[in-house]
């Protein structure tokens, strides 16, 4: 499975962004983490295939995360910005292949957030 991601970009504090990810095949989870300078990715937001979603702390009331299932889309709305929300993303997906849940990730978009 491939994963494309897209939609990053510079944006004013206080502003909105939107995230989107295809994954080339069926997947069970999308998700999206971010990675800031000098610090460990972390967690944002997760979709399961049957619409469950999951925040981090740090985002919880500002992003909103969809799918379509029928395309293996995942979006992050992300709106309320700040700048300590300036990170790499990266989509992630999980797929089961018989037995096994194997882990997908995909290439990072930067996301700024600045005056």
């Known amino acids: 499975v491939q994963l494309q991601a897209s939609g990053g970009g510079l944006v004013q504090p206080g502003g909105s962004l939107r995230l989107s990810c295809v994954a080339s095949?069926?997947?069970?989870?999308m998700a999206w983490y971010r990675e800031a300078p000098g610090k460990q990715r972390e967690f944002v937001a997760l979709?399961?295939?049957?619409?469950?979603?999951n925040y981090g702390d740090s985002v919880k009331g500002r992003f909103t995360i969809s799918g379509d299932r029928a395309t293996s889309t995942a979006h992050l709305q992300m709106n309320s910005l700040k700048p300590e929300d300036t990170a790499v993303y990266y989509c992630?997906?999980?797929?089961?292949?018989?037995?096994?849940?194997?882990?997908?990730w995909g290439q990072g978009t930067q996301v700024t957030v600045s005056s």
């Open positions: 979709i399961s295939e049957g619409g469950t979603t």
């Open positions: 992630h997906a999980k797929r089961m292949i018989g037995p096994r849940l194997l882990d997908y």
């Open positions: 095949g069926s997947v069970v989870v």
